[in-house]
Structures are given as structure tokens and as C-alpha cells.
């Protein structure tokens, strides 16, 4: 192979070479390797993994079904870890027939598969501004027309959405065909939209005929105060395709997700994630849920973030100045800090980093530009003692630049 | 819900549409519940699967790994795995750099990551008749318009390719974007590509300008003979992206398959096949394959896979009628068999299952129509006792219609 050939770089399509220049690799490579309390991915604690339970499942999936777990399809396990996604909505009003419920490789992978079914290139899809970055990488891959909805204390502002979406009917641009929202412990800011709220984007969405992505990755991790009614489960019409992972409550390296939405999403969100799911994985987990491994690890589980977020919250309040605001989550990983205008965080990360803490920077966050002044922090990853110690490395970074 | 509401319907993409209502369902369904000997699908046999050097994997991870192997992004045994691949492709000449492979949640998945990074809506997408029929549904969802080129004894016919390409010049049709081939143990008819025909190929690809996807699924199985070089290895201007699976050697529960190509090629891929792998599972193959594991079990899968293979051409000779002919393939798992042009092994089916024996008809492995008089038929799952079984089933289901 001649390096200095890519004859392949030419046929290679116009989103997904836009896609690879608009790579964020470099700046994520550094806050990676950097030696500091690391405040910025979403990562499970390591703790919270469980080796031994799923080493156990193992060898009982091989025990009980033999080859059959390892074979196309797999076995009764692969197929239980869908009755467990079934049974856990049920609990919050989402009534989920078999042909209402498909595993993925994880919730991006979700994400992507609801993308492939529904945007063709150029379609309109709304986003929360800030929102996922991850999200925002998979939309690119699908040429999709970025707009955004603001977000303020109670998740997406659904007015000054509706207000948008009436400007832009009035001057002729096209509506939207998917709008993406993460209601629960939003990511990045982890604020959370109410009832109320969360009908009125769904008549929003009959008015202007899209449909609604619901990431709720970190529904299962609250913390305090009472859920509002899954989107999906106030879907009268069938357009609410609701994704959730195994990722927070299990492990990352499961790789494994779900889709939850009508007969006809659900037939077509299979028909473009080819090759299916991780049988052996799908067994091991799903073993691991009959055994009641994942209803008795939750309350542990939400114990330990709770721990970790008052920590992070009390640490912020007795540290950082008087100047910076940040929100007050009830669940999930992520605070988010607003800073005064002039800071710019993407430029104070070397510091940061060099003061001993790690962040997501908040224009990481936007499909363009903003919030150059705020940033994420994540308290899910480490001990509550290096939070502390982490937020105190912020607040000195921050300090002298007020 | 209302079950009779379907808003997300009219929000489909017309590809994912089309998809949908191509679907074989029924047909599959119908063999995979059938009572009968299984001469229809590419599974292994059960036996086949390493449980016992699996179990021991996921504890030996676990014990030297800890909680990294269930983190983002895994630790060193799952990126042993991309090792693996590297050592294996290198012993047949080629030679990959770390940014020139890729891992994939099976080679269904690769092949679809590869014509995500390539095809645009529309573009022409070559195929040879017969092909994989996996494959032919994940072309339908990506809006190709695929022409075919025809297999003889030898693979993919390219002289008729040649001829094709140039016809479609002639009266100002588009030139391909890519070209699917499997020229090894070719799925459905058994054949291989000749070296001479491989390099007439890829000087095709230089001068219509299209890229390569070549699916070696089956190319570790080789029960006789001597192996043609791999395209990749004659891929003097980095056109051609190679896929390949430890389904067949491993187990397809483990859903891992990889992609080898050019950087840029490879960073496509990476950048349309979000979410990643499952770390926990190429941890647990990782671990496998450094053990010595796939090296010491190829030999015998190769034995085993022989011995069905020679049981079922010897009972094809013996039983069926003087009009069938069939390929005799060295390696792989499928035998392609040709019928007197007036019998349809479509309508011949049920019969088939009455008698005990299923097999995939041959209009299966065609975008269109094609190949009604013929049968694929798998070796790969039984014994070589019911092997034997089965032919005599489908013999007394065939000989009636000569």
C-alpha cells in the first residue's frame, strides 16, 4: 500500500468527510491523558462494575444453555435482557409490546439507528443547546440541518422553542422531522423538564409533525425529588422513539441499549442496525437481571452518586467564587458552571489541567458556537475526596481570571 | 398508545420503506422453525464454540484487568484483539498500521460502516449474482442502485464485469462507487477468485474509479488448496476496504468482526460506526487469542468442516439425479446446486421440509430475480450424519420434478 495514494479519500461521502474535519480527537486526547482529578467524561466510577456477578452469569448462561448462547440469536437469556427493558418501563407507564422494544449496542448506537430510520440528508432536527456531544457528532454523519432549542433550569425552554418554529414556518423554512431531548438530568446541564413541559413539546410535535428522541440515559440515577412521566409514555400518537443503556447501571463495556417506540420505529430502527446485537453479552447481562443483580445494585448505585454530587455541589459553594453560578441536579452525572462572559474555558483547560482538574469545555456542547464561558463538570468518576480536591483546582484556576 | 396511530410512518425514509417491505421474514421463519435437517443457514456447529476457554477468558480479564476491561474503551486485552487482526492479515501479505484497522460488531456491521463512509443515495453499487443475501438488505437501506456482475466456477466473472462497465459508459450510465465481493469460498456457490482474476479487478476499480469491499468471512476455513492473495494485499492505491469475522471461527454470539483498509478509509468507518465495540467481549476474544486459542482450534474447525464438507459432496454424488450439478468448494461452508432450469426450488420448499431437509432457494441471493432452478446448500451446521440424511431428503424431493 503507497501512503501517499487514497484513492478512497475521493469517494468517500460529503457528511462524513465533513464529520471527520469537525473531529474534536485532539482536545479529548489531552483531557484523557492529562494527570488530574478527571471532572469531565461521563464514566462510571470503577467500583460500581460487577465483575463478579457477571463472571457468575457466565458460567450459568453456559451452564443452563449450553452452545445455544453463543450460536445466531442466542438463547432464553439474550431474549430475558428484553423483558427486563419491558418490565423496568412498565414501572414508569410505558405500556412496551414485544414489537415496541429492540436492543442496541448502546444508546449512541440507538441514537444513530432512530437517526437512519427517520432524517434523510438536508431534514430539519432540533437539538437542545447545549446537548450531548456525542449526539451532535452522529447527527453530522447524517447531514442533518442542525437547529437548536435553548435550555434553561427546567430543561429545554419549550416556548421559546414553539416561538422558533412559528419564525421559521413564517419565513418559509422547512419544519423539523426529528427533535432530539434528553428530559432527565440533561447532559450537559443536568436539569430536568416537568410535566408540563414535556406536553407541550408533544403537542408541538402533532402541530408540526416530527418526531421526538428521547435519551433517557440517567433516568434510573435520581437522586431526589420525584420523576415527571417518560415522553414516551405521554406519546398518544406514536412519534416518541425512547432510547435508554445498560451503561450507567451496568457497565460501559456491555455495549448494550435499548428502543422503545411504535411497531413501525422499532421494525425500521431494525431494519437499519444490521447484523443485530451482541448475543453473548445480551445472555451474561440478561442472566445478571433475572438474578436480580441490577434491582439490588440501584439503590447502592444511587447512594454512591448522591454521595458524589453533594460532595461536588458542597465543594463549588465553599470554593468558587462568588461570580460563577452552576446548576443543582436531582440525578444523573453532570453540573454545569456558568462563569462570567469574558472567561473563555476552552482556552483555561491547559491550566485547569496544569492546576490538577480535568472539564469539558461548554462549546463542546453546541453544533456551532456558544456558552464559551461555562463548562461540565462530571462527578461520577472519581472518589468524593478527589472531588473535592478537583473543584478546588477549578476554583484557583478560575480565581485570577475574574 | 393507540395501536392504530402511526405518525412515525410518514416520517420514514424511503430507502428504510423500501427495506421494509422487501423483507424475507416469513420464508426464514418458516425454514428456522422447520423439523428437519439444516442445510439452510451458515451457522457453525454448537460444538464448535470455545465455551470453556470463554469462561475461563472473562475470569482471567477480570483477574488481570479489574474494572478497566468494563470502562469506555476497555483495557489491553481489548485492544489485543485489533493485534489479533494485525498479525493475522500480516501472514498473508498485508500489511497493517495501527490506523489501518478497525474492529466491527460482526461483518454484517462492517459491511454496512463501509457503505455508510462510501454511498450516497443512488450511487451504483456492484454486486455479483448470486451474493450474500445479508448484504443485499443492507445495500436496499442504503438507497443503492446496485447492478450485479455473474459468478462462474471462478468467482466473480470479470471479463463480464469489463464488458458490463463498459456497456454502461457507452450509453452514459454512472460509474459504480463500489464493488461487493466475496472471492473466497464465495457465499452462495462455494467458488474462488483466481489471483489473475484479482488483479484484473482492482485494475477495473483504477480505471472506473470505484472502491473495493471484500468479505473474507470464510477465509481462515481453507480445506484444500493454495490461497490467491487477499485484494488487500494487491491494493496498490489504497481502494480497497477488507472485512472479516471471528463468527465463524470464534462464534457469532460474539458479534466481532473488523475492517482493514486505507487511514483514511478506516477513520470513515470509525467516524459512521458510532458507540464503538463491545470492549467487554473483545476483552474476553482478546484474552482467548493470546492464549493461543483461535491458532490451536483452527486446525480443527478446519478438519471438522472438511469432513462435513467431503460427506456432503459424497452423498450429493450418490443420491442425487444425473440432471443436478454442484460446485465442490475448498473451503467455506456453502455448496451451490443447479436443478433442470424448469424446477423452482422457491415452490419446492415445503416439500423439501416435509421430506426433512431445508436449503435456502437461490432467489434469495439475488437483488432481483434470478436463479429460481437453483439451492444453496450449508454444511456448516449438522452432523455429518444427518448431512447425509438430509441429501437423501432433498434427492426424493427433486427427483419427481425431472
Known amino acids: 500500500m503507497d501512503d501517499d495514494a487514497a484513492a478512497i479519500e475521493g469517494l468517500l461521502t460529503a457528511p ?3 464529520t471527520m474535519e469537525e473531529s474534536t480527537y485532539g482536545a479529548w486526547r489531552r483531557i484523557a491523558d492529562a494527570d488530574a482529578v478527571g471532572l469531565s467524561f461521563g464514566f462510571p466510577f470503577p467500583d460500581s462494575f460487577p465483575q463478579a456477578e457477571l463472571t457468575d452469569a457466565v458460567a450459568a448462561v453456559f451452564e443452563e444453555e449450553g452452545p ?11 431474549n430475558r435482557l428484553t423483558e427486563v427493558v419491558q418490565e423496568r418501563a412498565a414501572r414508569r407507564g410505558i405500556d412496551a ?15 444513530d439507528s432512530v437517526c437512519r430510520a427517520v432524517l434523510d440528508p438536508g431534514d430539519v432536527l432540533v437539538v437542545e443547546a447545549p446537548t450531548f456531544m456525542g449526539a451532535l457528532g452522529v447527527f453530522r454523519t447524517h447531514g442533518a440541518d442542525v ?22 414556518r413564517d419565513r418559509g423554512a422547512p419544519d423539523p422531522t426529528l427533535l432530539y431531548t434528553i428530559p432527565n438530568f440533561q447532559n450537559p446541564t443536568g436539569t430536568t423538564m416537568p410535566a408540563d413541559r414535556r406536553r407541550r413539546l408533544l403537542e408541538l410535535a402533532a402541530e408540526y409533525d416530527f418526531a421526538v428522541l428521547e435519551d433517557d440515559a440517567y433516568g434510573d440515577l435520581r437522586y431526589d425529588g420525584d420523576p415527571a412521566p417518560p415522553l414516551r409514555a405521554l406519546d398518544e400518537d406514536g412519534r416518541v422513539l425512547r432510547v435508554g443503556t445498560f451503561s450507567k447501571t451496568v457497565a460501559p463495556g456491555v455495549r448494550l441499549g435499548w428502543v422503545l417506540g411504535d411497531a413501525a420505529a422499532i421494525r425500521a430502527v431494525d431494519t437499519v442496525a444490521p447484523g443485530g446485537t451482541n448475543t453473548f453479552t445480551r445472555s451474561v447481562v440478561g442472566r445478571y437481571c433475572d438474578a436480580g443483580g441490577l434491582e439490588s445494585a440501584l439503590p447502592d448505585l444511587r447512594d454512591a452518586y448522591r454521595n458524589r454530587r453533594d460532595r461536588l455541589l458542597d465543594a463549588l459553594d ?15 452525572f453532570f453540573v454545569w458552571v456558568e462563569l462570567p462572559e469574558d472567561v473563555d474555558t476552552t482556552a483555561m483547560l491547559d491550566d485547569a ?10 462549546a463542546m456542547f453546541y453544533p ?5 464561558h461555562c463548562l461540565r463538570l462530571s462527578f461520577s468518576y472519581e472518589d468524593p475526596d478527589a472531588i473535592e480536591r478537583g473543584v478546588e483546582a477549578l476554583a484557583e484556576t478560575v480565581r485570577p481570571r475574574l
Open 68 to 78: 445455544q448462547a453463543l450460536q445466531y440469536g442466542g438463547g432464553a437469556y439474550a
Open 368 to 372: 456551532d458556537d456558544g456558552s464559551e
Open 16 to 18: 462524513v468527510r465533513a
Open 147 to 168: 437547529v437548536t432549542a435553548p435550555v434553561d433550569d427546567d430543561g429545554m425552554d419549550v416556548d421559546a422553542l414553539a416561538d422558533r418554529l412559528a419564525a421559521r
Open 318 to 332: 465553599r470554593h468558587m467564587p462568588p461570580d460563577a453560578i452552576w446548576t443543582e441536579p436531582e440525578g444523573g
Open 97 to 111: 409490546d414485544d414489537d415496541e422494544v429492540t436492543l442496541a449496542n448502546g444508546a449512541t448506537h440507538a441514537i
Open 353 to 362: 489541567i496544569d492546576a490538577g482538574v480535568t472539564y469539558l469545555p461548554g
